[in-house]
């Protein structure tokens, strides 16, 4: 085996052995010896199968196929506790976590303990050979499809917006090519101090995104304000957010209404109608997939919720308004509910009984008309109010009026008439009415009606003319 000296390694390999020593209180001799015997466990490592690889200190996991990972670096603060929770709970959301620790943030959390909640090894050290090898800075910065830094301290903000990168974790942060999400935590001094809001400026100006701070009680004791780092399930939600395929409604936020109503007439019989939910559903679904921020109400269905939406879930058209109005403010809301327009004026509280031959008579009262609430809502209006309307006959001309009495902006009409098959059905021909213009759209699946819609509400809330 060939013999090497220190003498022999040239100045700048020999200062950097030098500071490694004296980093891990050894002679220069050991720390050679430690990193040769490192980097031949790491190239042993490389020879392992890539599903799980065995590195220096543990093994790494490759996330399957549509599993979204987030690296997670941790900044040196006593909210570095609760970074352990986020780990957590991302993990319940079944996203994979990798896990740099800054050397402050050792001070708080260690890496046995976040390990463990990762599954895998943490990262500590840019100049660590075993690391370098098996999985390096830059494989750290591009492997992920998010960096989050929780909690961000003043040093972490202060060295990002300046681009230093003397450490593991700030080279990371330079080198990657993904979306940054800061949770900043500090003191409230710090925080407001001008050096940090000009970093927080020049950070967003940069595009990093942010999640908190919040305003409380500060770990030292008799200390207020915005500071606190921002709960693990509120950094979670803006992870996902995040993570969510960026589309033509990102960041916006779309109510849809769905389904018909029922309304009883007695604690075992209601009147419903023959709305299936198809076509609001599939609005939902185009919205989600198109980045929105979907709450879907609906009345009864048997159809599934649609991925990646907020579904509430409601049986009169009293309780859709009311869950409608909680779920304000929205850039555009969807009426495509078949709302009953009459429920029973008394509360039958008992099963009404046949007797004697007598017809009980049924008095009705109208329900609320949920559209025209909230296309006339003071305060809460959405930019953009759309209504359905369902007709039998004079399709556009009902609609027209419709969109004059309701006050909303754009009608989708359709003829339900059963010869068309369209309650129910899987395809829908839409009279597509605005106040200056009637279009009449090809008959088409329910999915492409609702693309076409999310398509033009993306041109309409971006400023553009629909
Ligand atoms: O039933 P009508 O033809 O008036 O429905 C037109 C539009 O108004 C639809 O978009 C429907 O969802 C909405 N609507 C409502 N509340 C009602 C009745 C209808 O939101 N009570």
């Known amino acids: 085996m060939a013999s090497l000296t ?82 957590r709970r991302l993990k319940e959301r079944k996203i994979a976590v990798r896990c740099i620790l800054t050397k402050a943030a050792q001070e708080f959390v260690t890496s046995l303990a976040a390990g463990a909640i990762v599954g895998e090894r943490v990262f500590t050290d840019l100049f660590d050979p075993a690391g370098e090898f098996d999985i390096g800075h830059i494989r750290l910065a591009r492997e992920t499809d998010l960096v989050v830094v929780a909690p961000a301290t003043a040093d972490l903000m202060a060295k990002l917006a300046g681009g230093h990168a003397n450490d593991l974790a700030t080279a990371v942060l330079l080198a990657t090519d993904k979306n940054i999400l800061l949770a900043p935590a500090m003191n409230p001094r710090m925080w407001s101090h001008k050096a940090t809001q000009r970093n927080l400026a020049q950070l967003k100006a940069d595009g ?96 599934s919720d649609p991925v990646g939406v907020r579904v509430i879930k409601v049986e009169t058209a009293r309780e859709m308004l009311e869950a409608v109005e909680k779920a304000l403010p929205a850039d555009a809301a969807i009426f495509a509910a078949a709302v009953a327009d009459w429920r029973m004026a008394g509360e039958h509280t008992q099963k009404i009984k046949k007797s004697g031959g007598k017809i009980p008579e049924l008095s009705l009262t109208e329900n609320p008309d949920i559209l025209a609430t909230v296309a006339k809502h003071k305060s809460k209006r959405p930019k953009l109010v759309i209504g359905f309307a369902a007709e039998t006959e004079n399709v556009a001309r009902n609609a027209k009026a419709k969109l004059a009495a309701k006050g909303c902006d754009w009608i989708l009409a359709n003829d339900v008439s059963p010869a068309t098959g369209i309650m129910g059905g899987d395809r829908n021909t839409i009279q597509f009415v605005t106040p200056s213009a009637t279009e009449t759209w090809p008959t088409q699946s329910k999915e492409d009606v609702a693309k076409m819609l999310i398509e033009r509400i993306a041109t309409a809330l971006s400023g553009a003319k629909a």
């Open 208 to 303: 990093v995104a942010f999640i908190g701070p919040n305003e409380g009680e500060m770990a030292e004791s008799g200390e207020r304000g915005l500071g606190r780092m921002a709960e693990p399930l509120e950094i979670a939600a803006a992870i996902e957010a995040q993570l969510k395929p960026r589309g033509a409604l990102t960041g916006k936020r779309i109510l849809i209404t769905s389904g018909p109503t029922h309304e009883p007439i007695d604690p075992v019989r209601y009147i419903a109608n023959r709305s299936s939910g198809k076509q609001g559903h599939a609005i939902a679904a185009a919205a989600a997939a198109a980045g929105a921020d979907v709450t879907l109400v609906r009345g009864p269905v048997s159809l």
């Open 6 to 87: 220190i003498r022999q390694l040239d100045e700048a390999s020999k200062k950097r052995l030098k500071l490694r020593a004296a980093r891990h209180g050894r002679s220069m001799e050991d720390e050679a010896r430690t990193i040769l015997r490192e980097a031949s466990e790491a190239g042993e490592d490389r020879a392992t199968p890539p599903e799980r690889k065995k590195s220096a200190r543990g093994t790494h996991a490759v996330p399957a196929p549509g599993v979204k990972r987030v690296l997670l670096i941790v900044g040196g603060g006593i909210a570095a506790y609760k970074s352990l929770d986020l780990i």
